[in-house]
């Protein structure tokens, strides 16, 4: 185990942020916690915890120790003609994950192709896209507490699941260290493609849907992803900067009759999910630059670095898509990154 001081975060977010952290250090053993834990000046600082970084927004350097765990192997923990579970370390990049299932032609993660960042954050913030999410394949969560070095396992129905939350999230943010996931996938006899999402299904339907594999469905969600998403490696950013906002059947309706185009979604709740892309979009803030930052004009949604942007640059410019679209829509958007 390494201690690095002073050591730079650049590396470590997909925002492309050069901020630095007073220590950093590699989880690579579950006794490493313990060890760490017995260094006086160590046990007294603040602590967090970050894995890939695609889902922070630095914004000053981090007082304090900041680890990442980097558990990397997968097992296979049991199988039966139908399922097969498997245990996979914090540490391995999430989408190399979805790449080893679908080669097995195991079906369940085939839809989450490409989300960046890590295995260990996917229950955190329960990723999901195209009609799926982590907690429909999770079984099992194991994690180490951060104070103690202990290990705690939480079941599926434990984890307090919800929309790109769970209880890491809340009760236990930088309090315990996920270090590995029980999934558990389907064979592929038994696989039934998870066609939901509209435009999935559209994209799809040249194909019988008994002929689908998790590898058609992955290569098109791939492809879809590619067309509208900007690429992190070139152009810093931290995917959806702000969460859809939900309203209730009397707002939707009265801004319904305003805006008849405006996209929506309806909940089993009866109220109204809209799109936080179309809001800012019909704000005027597609494409519009704030210094080193700016809104993408390839998506909305999606704020980002044009190169040499600070953390704080890019929070003003959230605030001020904030002010705007509260202004002209009296509906505040939440951001789903997490501003530190
Ligand atoms: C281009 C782009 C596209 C994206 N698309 C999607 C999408 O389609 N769907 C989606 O859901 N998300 C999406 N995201 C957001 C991001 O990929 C996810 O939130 C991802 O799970 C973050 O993983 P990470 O390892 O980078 O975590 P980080 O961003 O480093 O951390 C996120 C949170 O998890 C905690 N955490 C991280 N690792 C651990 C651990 N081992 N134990 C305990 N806590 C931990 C951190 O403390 C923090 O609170 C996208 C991001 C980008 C950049």
């Known amino acids: 185990m390494h201690i690095q001081a002073n050591y730079s975060l650049l590396?470590?977010?997909?925002?492309?942020?050069d901020v630095k952290t007073q220590y950093y250090i590699e989880i690579n053993r579950q006794s490493d916690i313990l060890t760490l834990r017995t260094d006086i000046k160590l046990a007294s600082l603040p602590w967090r915890i970050i894995g890939g970084g695609?889902?922070?927004?630095?914004?000053?350097?981090?007082?304090?120790v900041t680890i990442r765990c980097t558990f990397k192997n997968i097992t296979v923990v049991k199988e039966d003609n139908d399922n097969v579970w498997i245990s996979v370390g914090a540490g391995v990049e999430w989408h190399d994950l979805v790449t080893y299932t679908v080669k097995k032609n195991w079906w369940g993660l085939e839809n989450l192709a490409l989300i960046p960042g890590t295995v260990g954050a996917a229950p955190v913030q329960n990723?999901?896209?195209?009609?799926?999410e982590a907690q429909d394949s999770i079984t099992?969560?194991?994690?180490?507490?951060?104070?103690?070095?202990?290990?705690?396992?939480?079941?599926?129905?434990?984890?307090?699941?919800?929309?790109?939350?769970?209880?890491?999230?809340?009760?236990?943010?930088?309090?315990?260290?996920?270090?590995?996931?029980?999934?558990?996938?389907?064979?592929?006899?038994e696989g039934k493609?998870?066609?939901?999402?509209?435009?999935?299904k559209n994209a799809l339907e040249s194909y019988k849907k008994t002929d689908l594999t998790p590898k058609i469905i992955y290569d098109t969600i791939i492809q879809i992803r590619e067309s509208k998403i900007p690429d992190y490696r070139k152009t810093g950013n931290a995917g959806s900067f702000f969460k859809n906002p939900v309203v209730?059947?009397?707002y939707f309706e009265k801004?319904?009759?305003?805006?008849?185009?405006?996209?929506?979604?309806?909940?089993?709740?009866?109220?109204?999910?809209?799109?936080?892309?179309?809001?800012?979009?019909?704000?005027?803030?597609?494409?519009?630059?704030?210094?080193?930052?700016?809104?993408?004009?390839?998506?909305?949604?999606?704020?980002?670095?044009?190169?040499?942007?600070?953390?704080?640059?890019?929070?003003?410019?959230?605030?001020?898509?904030?002010?705007?679209?509260?202004?002209?829509?009296?509906?505040?958007?939440?951001?789903?990154?997490?501003?530190?």
């Not at 630059?289 to 190169?307: E, R, T, Y």
């Open 11 to 17: 590396p470590h977010n997909t925002f492309q942020i």
């Open 54 to 64: 695609s889902n922070l927004l630095f914004t000053h350097d981090l007082e304090g």
């Open 127 to 132: 990723i999901g896209a195209y009609g799926a």
């Open 140 to 189: 099992r969560v194991h994690a180490l507490d951060i104070y103690d070095g202990q290990r705690k396992e939480f079941r599926h129905s434990e984890c307090q699941f919800g929309y790109r939350t769970s209880i890491f999230k809340q009760q236990f943010i930088n309090k315990l260290l996920v270090y590995r996931v029980t999934f558990r996938l389907r064979k592929q006899h």
């Open 193 to 200: 493609p998870n066609l939901v999402y509209e435009p999935l």
């Open 248 to 250: 209730d059947i009397e």
């Open 255 to 340: 801004l319904h009759e305003k805006y008849p185009d405006m996209l929506h979604h309806k909940m089993l709740d009866g109220s109204y999910k809209i799109p936080a892309a179309w809001l800012i979009e019909q704000a005027g803030w597609k494409g519009e630059l704030h210094g080193h930052a700016a809104v993408s004009n390839q998506h909305a949604l999606f704020l980002i670095n044009l190169g040499g942007a600070n953390g704080t640059e890019i929070e003003a410019l959230a605030h001020l898509i904030q002010e705007d679209v509260n202004h002209k829509f009296g509906i505040h958007l939440e951001p789903e990154v997490i501003i530190l």
